[in-house]
């Protein structure tokens, strides 16, 4: 196999996307979208390491509270996942107006997505700011919760992967099934979605 020199950056390495759940001051939930997410694990369970970028509503809701959930993307999320992934809350009041159905954690107040095939409820255990205003957040995972259908070990895993349907984006701004196909670009998927607040 050549190898060629490249830009740096991670395009063919495809990371899974999530929505992250937060409470906002009024107890509504609040919902961005998220793929700089990784694992490690410790001797107090297995965690996750979360990237936020610049100063957004999420990070400072995630600041306030200490907790939020981590909801993996379904193909069918993705609509309303693109929306919540192109508008920034900061300045959009009504970016909420468009919810999916939102259940509360079994162990942490932080608000789950009942379409997500799996939810993590995560607590922030150190913050690390990496000093251009992009923070790592090196959370516990303390609660899974999961859609009944993958519980289900009469079914071959691969065929219970499907099910999940989990959305990756592996490079150039765009979203692919993990089988393969094509779903749209950044931005792309929220236009099939109705009654967006403008
Ligand atoms: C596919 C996709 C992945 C994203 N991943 C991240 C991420 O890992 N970290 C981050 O800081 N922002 C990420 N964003 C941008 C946030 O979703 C965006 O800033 C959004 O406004 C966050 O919601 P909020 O403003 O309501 O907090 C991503 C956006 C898209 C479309």
């Not at 965690?47 to 939020?68: H, P, S, W, Y």
């Not at 009504?94 to 799996?118: A, F, N, Q």
């Not at 071959?156 to 999940?164: I, Q």
């Not at 196909?181 to 607040?197: A, C, D, Q, S, V």
Request: charged share 25%; glycine share 10%.
């Amino acid at each position: 196999m050549a190898k060629i020199k490249t830009k740096i950056g991670n395009d063919y390495c495809p990371q899974a996307l999530f929505l992250y759940g937060t409470k906002q001051e009024d107890g509504q939930p609040h919902f961005g979208l998220f793929c700089w997410l990784g694992y490690y694990d410790s001797s107090e369970g297995l965690g996750v390491m979360a990237c936020i970028g610049e100063e957004k509503q999420t990070k400072d809701l995630i600041r306030k509270n200490g907790v939020f959930s981590a909801n993996l993307v379904s193909e069918q999320l993705l609509p309303l996942a693109d929306y919540y992934g192109c508008t920034y809350g900061r300045t959009t009041p009504d970016k909420m107006k468009r919810l999916p159905t939102v259940e509360w954690g079994e162990v942490l107040d932080v608000p789950i997505i009942s379409e997500s095939p799996v939810s993590f409820e995560l607590e922030v255990k150190k913050e690390i700011p990496m000093g251009d205003g992009s923070d790592i957040f090196l959370c516990l995972i303390r609660n899974v919760t999961q859609d009944e259908k993958l519980s289900d070990t009469k079914l071959p895993f691969a065929e219970r992967f499907m099910k999940a349907a989990p959305v990756l984006t592996p490079g150039e701004d765009t979203y692919f099934s993990i089988d393969g196909r094509y779903l749209g670009k950044w931005g792309e998927p929220m236009k099939n979605l109705t009654n967006i607040p403008r």
